[in-house]
């Protein structure tokens, strides 16, 4: 198929085409959906269920062991973590990667009926369980609001006016909330006043329930209507409360509530959270925006909607930014817009310095329209203009302009050698269309393992193969109808210039001397270059390893533990110190921290800490990323000093799916103490390396627990049971619900517990006096016990895939990339002696790593198979295919080189790198050997084919390395990208030198001696 002719004979048709990827291209700039990152599904669900009074064993043997047996008949089940705790059990689901989003929803509901059918079986006192399938939500837009001197009622009033205002947003999905103090109703009554007047402490929570109970009254027929009785709630203001009534039934030795207890209203004593910015008390607001919408415009919506209602909030209120996605997009899209438009200028200045204008402008134009075109096709198909997407275009811009330049350099030589413009287009994209199109099928196909990896990487990445895939093959169909019909427009050659050869010019000539002479000794030149191969392939062990790289984002997290079971108010003391401290620091612009549990999911990336009252953080955000490392080194070194009962450790942001620990080693076994003592022993070997920080294991500290010693014999004699002795206990300590007060859309629970004086003194816990069911008597509680123990128990224990499991944990040390690190102590870690039914596994970054290089290795088969195929296809033969095959390891060369000489770390990206320029090394090998066997059928000899054919080739393909090393350039300054940009800097250049002489040597051994 003449498919240039058409594009020439019939230019309206092209001018079609030009002007939809121009006008398209620009619409899609203007349309296309924006996002930081692209997104990928979490594939992960919460089952929580309560177990009130029930210990972490008790909670892990009666509840946790009976979920996870229903929840691994499941078959989409991928893994199944849990924690138990005291009275809490927590149990993490985890789908196959196998399974996409949509499939997602139907896969709930059945772990919900598994989870529900196994209630049954639970204990009494336990459930219902809780299916939490939607923490992976992302709020990108995310405020701190500070409301100095209003009371948490007021605060709270505030939260929901923002909320309510900011839903109305078009295109708001969600707007969460977070760190408002809720208040409660307590009811404060000594143990003295208690025992004087004869009143049991279940007299008073009965005469509240009772009193605010909302109970069926019935209904009763009046004429023809039917109207119900209604018998309201009587406890609807505090005073109320005051008002009840409490004393011996039927008599009149009854007093009102206020006269034997003192009742108030305010915040909880115990806080589920506690936030402040830059030190202030605050709350969050948290939005996050409809699936697929435009998350700069829907932040700018919110901006806009926040300052319009500015007048209607109350003077002192004050909106602070903690991460405004939005405007990180942005920013983040308009530089990548810059370093597109620098790549182009740049691959076009080259194109016009090596091949004069008029050829530089006719690729230059083609590939501006395959740009244009692509973002069109992105908005087409709804792939959102992103880090990746748009790092694909900068990524494929050497093989965008590849096809174009093969069509033009030959249209530009047909015309030297005396042919008319319309034939030597035709001919040049016609003689060039179908190995082109095999090459650029063969290009795509190198990133098949992205494409078709069903894991979150592939899905985080997939817009990098399907953009490189869309502008591919429209650099082909355009590079066979564009580049033609623009070059009969533009392309003139001097009248003279047909009787001279075009390849006569002083670099063709020593090019083609450096040839001869390695083909003469083509023996010596293939031991040479497979020497080098093997050389690289040997070096390769000195190139750092890592995963993802680390995020631009000038943001970093201080991580504080105190020992476990401490109390959220010294926690929230400490890290009030702390941020004080962490603000002077130059260079700092704010710091938000949150005491009880992590913020909202404000990044893909970021995983919040579940509830834990030792927990605390802060995220620091300082004016540039260069500053974070030796900030942090700071803190963890002055910090440790200053609190060393605790566990502070600094984590830095990072591109890609992740979270956790970077380096980690898991003990698996049934023995909590062998577990710990295994956890020790590694934790030591660990510190004593010198190139970790941040060492700790995930079972924490065994907490300490004040343990009634309840004697058996005397309590019966009393009347008394353990519930009884627990309901004391707890009335005392933390107080018991007595009821909900009812304020509107508010439920506010009331509290009844002794005063401070009383509860806060463990001492007088003896002391506490019981009813006694018998003849209502109080029993002092040091009649039915022995005594107190205080004891150590464990409080949180894990297990993976039903198996307890202890996780030691580490990061490396600034400077040293995970997989050093790991390194140093793996002879360490593994020499630990496992005693019969324990095992050892790493986890961290080696296993993510290791997880995604093997789902992209199952993927990578199906691809070569095809680049193979379509490789054999082309030619109808075995041997080009295998020449061309086993060029293609040499490129480990530049990979090395590139590495070594930049110091980058070879992780994911630098993978992608490696594949994707040897799907551009095979494109050039493809249209070489094609050339020659053109040569070789038109009947020159073999050995002169072999040599013009590569003399032929030298230009293009030293443009198409040029265009592409200077095209890497604006992913040098990119975190994200730099690892490619090393990579391919590496690689380029050192095909430039070598690639035509290998390829020229390697077909030489299957010809025969031209001497022959």
Same mark, same amino acid.
């Given at each position: 198929m003449d498919i240039a002719r058409a594009a020439i004979d019939k230019p309206v048709n092209t001018w079609i085409i030009v002007l939809i990827c121009l006008l398209g291209g620009i619409w899609g700039l203007l349309t296309v959906g924006r996002l930081e990152d692209p997104s990928f599904t979490i594939k992960q669900a919460v089952v929580l269920t309560e177990y009130p009074g029930a210990t972490a064993e008790e909670v892990e043997e009666e509840v946790t062991e009976r979920l996870e047996s229903a929840i691994q008949q499941m078959p989409q089940l991928d893994r199944v973590t849990s924690k138990s705790m005291p009275g809490m059990s927590e149990i993490e689901v985890e789908i196959k990667m196998t399974y996409d989003g949509t499939q997602l929803p139907q896969i709930w509901d059945e772990l919900r009926r598994k989870v529900g059918d196994a209630q049954r079986r639970l204990p009494n006192g336990a459930g219902p369980s809780v299916v939490n399938d939607d923490f992976g939500d992302v709020f990108g837009i995310f405020y701190a609001v500070t409301t100095p001197g209003f009371s948490a009622r007021e605060k709270r009033e505030i939260a929901k006016f923002l909320r309510r205002?900011?839903?109305? &947003?078009?295109?708001?999905?969600?707007?969460?909330?977070?760190?408002?103090?809720?208040?409660?109703?307590?009811?404060?009554?000594?143990?003295?006043?208690?025992?004087?007047?004869?009143?049991?402490?279940?007299?008073?929570?009965?005469?509240?329930?009772?009193?605010?109970?909302?109970?069926?009254?019935? !209904? =009763?027929? &009046?004429?023809d209507a039917r109207l119900r009785v209604a018998v309201r709630p009587g406890l609807d203001t505090v005073r109320a409360i005051e008002a009840l009534r409490v004393g011996r039934p039927g008599t009149t030795e009854q007093l009102s509530l206020v006269d034997i207890a003192e009742i108030t209203r305010e915040p909880v004593e115990i806080p589920d959270q506690l936030v402040r910015f830059n030190g202030m008390p605050a709350f969050t607001l948290a939005v996050s925006g409809v699936a697929d919408s435009n998350i700069v415009a829907v932040g700018q919506a919110v901006e806009a909607h926040l300052r319009a209602i500015e007048d209607r909030l109350p003077v002192g209120v004050e909106i602070h930014p903690i991460y405004e996605q939005h405007r990180v997009v942005d920013e983040a899209i308009n530089d990548f817009i810059v370093n597109l438009a620098m790549s182009v200028v740049i691959v076009?200045?080259?194109?016009?310095?090596?091949?004069?204008?008029?050829?530089?402008?006719?690729? #230059?134009?083609?590939?501006?329209?395959?740009?244009?075109?692509?973002?069109?096709?992105?908005?087409?198909?709804?792939?959102?203009?992103?880090? $990746?997407?748009?790092?694909?275009?900068?990524?494929?811009?050497?093989?965008?302009?590849?096809?174009?330049?093969?069509?033009?350099?030959?249209?530009?030589?047909?015309?030297?050698?005396?042919?008319?413009?319309?034939? @030597?287009?035709?001919?040049?994209?016609?003689?060039?269309?179908?190995?082109?199109?095999?090459?650029?099928?063969?290009?795509?196909?190198?990133?098949?393992?992205?494409?078709?990896?069903?894991?979150a990487t592939g899905e985080f990445l997939f817009s990098l193969f399907a953009v490189i895939g869309i502008s591919l093959l429209l650099s082909w169909v355009l590079a066979i109808t564009v580049t033609p019909l623009f070059g009969c427009y533009l392309l003139k050659v001097a009248p003279d210039s047909r009787e001279r050869d075009p390849y006569a010019g002083l670099i063709y000539r020593i090019y083609s001397a450096v040839l001869r002479g390695a083909l003469r000794v083509?023996?010596?030149?293939?031991?040479?270059?497979?020497?080098?191969?093997?050389?690289?392939?040997?070096?390769?062990?000195?190139?750092?390893?890592?995963?993802?790289?680390?995020?631009?984002?000038?943001?970093?997290?201080?991580?504080?533990?105190?020992?476990?079971?401490?109390?959220?108010? !010294?926690?929230?003391?400490?890290i009030d110190e702390i941020t004080q401290r962490v603000m002077q620091e130059e260079g700092v612009v704010s710091v938000a921290s949150f005491v009880g549990r992590g913020a909202a999911r404000f990044m893909l990336t970021y995983a919040p800490e579940q509830p834990n009252t030792a927990y605390g953080q802060l995220i620091v955000r300082v004016e540039d990323r260069a500053m974070i490392d030796p900030l942090a080194a700071r803190l963890r070194a002055d910090? %440790?000093?200053?609190?060393?009962?605790?566990?502070?450790?600094?984590?830095?942001?990072?591109? %890609?799916? #992740?979270?956790?620990?970077?380096?980690?080693? *898991?003990?698996?076994?049934?023995?909590?103490?062998?577990?710990? *003592?295994?956890?020790?022993?590694?934790?030591?070997?660990?510190?004593? /390396?010198?190139?970790? $920080?941040?060492?700790?294991?995930?079972?924490?500290?065994?907490?300490?627990?004040?343990?009634?010693?309840?004697?058996?014999?005397?309590? *019966?004699?009393?009347?008394?049971?353990?519930?009884?002795?627990?309901?004391?206990?707890?009335?005392?300590?933390?107080?018991?619900?007595?009821?909900?007060? *009812?304020?509107?859309?508010? +439920?506010?629970?009331?509290? @009844?517990r002794p005063p401070e004086r009383e509860r806060l003194d463990p001492g007088q816990l003896q002391d506490r006096?019981?009813?006694?069911?018998?003849?209502? !008597?109080?029993?002092?509680?040091?009649?039915?016990?022995?005594?107190?123990?205080?004891?150590?128990?464990?409080?949180? $224990?894990?297990?993976?895939?039903?198996?307890?499991?202890? =996780?030691?944990?580490?990061?490396?040390?600034?400077?040293? =990339? !995970?997989?050093?690190?790991? %390194?140093?102590?793996? /002879?360490?870690?593994?020499?630990?002696?496992?005693?019969?039914?324990?095992? +050892?596994?790493?986890?961290?970054?080696?296993?993510?790593?290791?997880?995604?290089?093997?789902?992209?290795?199952?993927?990578?088969?199906?691809?070569?198979?095809?680049?193979?195929?379509?490789? $054999?296809?082309?030619?109808?033969?075995?041997?080009?295919p295998l020449i061309i095959w086993l060029v293609v390891p040499m490129s480990v060369c530049g990979v090395v080189l590139g590495l070594l000489g930049s110091g980058l770390a070879f992780g994911f990206m630098a993978l992608l790198g490696f594949l994707s320029l040897s799907g551009m090394l095979m494109k050039n090998a493809i249209v070489l050997v094609d050339e020659i066997d053109a040569q070789i059928a038109s009947g020159r000899e073999r050995f002169k084919a072999l040599v013009d054919a590569s003399v032929s080739r030298l230009r293009p393909v030293t443009l198409a390395a040029v265009t592409t090393i200077l095209g890497m350039a604006p992913l040098l300054t990119d975190a994200f990208f730099r690892q490619y940009g090393g990579d391919d800097h590496g690689r380029p250049g050192l095909r430039q030198r070598t690639h035509p002489d290998r390829r020229a040597g390697i077909v030489c051994n299957f010809l025969p001696d031209p001497a022959r």
């Open positions: 205002e900011v839903l109305t &947003v078009p295109d708001v999905a969600k707007v969460a909330t977070d760190g408002e103090r809720e208040e409660a109703i307590y009811i404060e009554v000594s143990n003295e006043r208690l025992a004087s007047l004869g009143i049991s402490v279940d007299q008073i929570l009965a005469t509240i329930q009772s009193e605010n109970a909302a109970e069926p009254a019935g !209904a =009763t027929r &009046v004429g076009i200045a080259v194109l016009m310095l090596f091949m004069g204008w008029r050829v530089g402008m006719v690729v #230059g134009a083609t590939l501006l329209l395959t740009v244009l075109g692509t973002v069109f096709f992105m908005r087409v198909f709804n792939i959102e203009m992103e880090r $990746i997407s748009l790092g694909a275009l900068i990524i494929a811009m050497g093989m965008l302009v590849d096809n174009a330049i093969v069509v033009a350099e030959g249209m530009l030589i047909n015309m030297q050698r005396g042919e008319k413009a319309r034939e @030597a287009a035709r001919e040049a994209a016609r003689r060039t269309q179908v190995p082109l199109l095999g090459a650029t099928v063969i290009g795509i196909m190198a990133f098949s393992g992205i494409g078709l990896s069903p894991d083509r023996m010596l030149t293939v031991v040479l270059l497979v020497g080098m191969t093997g050389a690289s392939i040997w070096a390769f062990q000195f190139v750092d390893q890592a995963f993802f790289p680390e995020s631009n984002t000038p943001l970093f997290y201080v991580n504080y533990t105190l020992p476990q079971g401490a109390d959220i108010r !010294a926690t929230a003391r400490d910090l %440790g000093v200053d609190f060393p009962q605790a566990e502070i450790r600094t984590e830095r942001l990072f591109f %890609g799916p #992740g979270g956790g620990a970077r380096i980690e080693a *898991r003990f698996s076994g049934p023995d909590a103490a062998t577990l710990r *003592r295994l956890g020790e022993e590694a934790a030591g070997r660990m510190r004593a /390396d010198g190139g970790l $920080i941040d060492i700790r294991q995930d079972w924490r500290q065994r907490q300490m627990v004040i343990a009634p010693v309840f004697n058996e014999e005397r309590a *019966r004699i009393a009347g008394l049971g353990r519930a009884d002795l627990a309901q004391v206990m707890n009335f005392s300590t933390t107080g018991v619900r007595a009821g909900t007060y *009812r304020e509107g859309e508010e +439920l506010i629970p009331i509290i @009844a006096l019981v009813a006694s069911t018998r003849g209502g !008597a109080f029993v002092p509680v040091a009649q039915i016990v022995d005594g107190f123990e205080l004891v150590a128990e464990e409080t949180l $224990i894990r297990r993976r895939d039903r198996v307890r499991t202890l =996780t030691v944990q580490a990061d490396p040390l600034p400077g040293l =990339t !995970a997989d050093e690190a790991r %390194g140093r102590i793996l /002879d360490a870690i593994e020499t630990i002696e496992l005693p019969p039914g324990y095992r +050892l596994e790493w986890g961290g970054e080696y296993e993510a790593s290791a997880e995604a290089e093997e789902s992209l290795g199952r993927q990578l088969p199906l691809g070569f198979l095809v680049m193979l195929i379509i490789s $054999i296809l082309l030619f109808g033969r075995v041997r080009q």
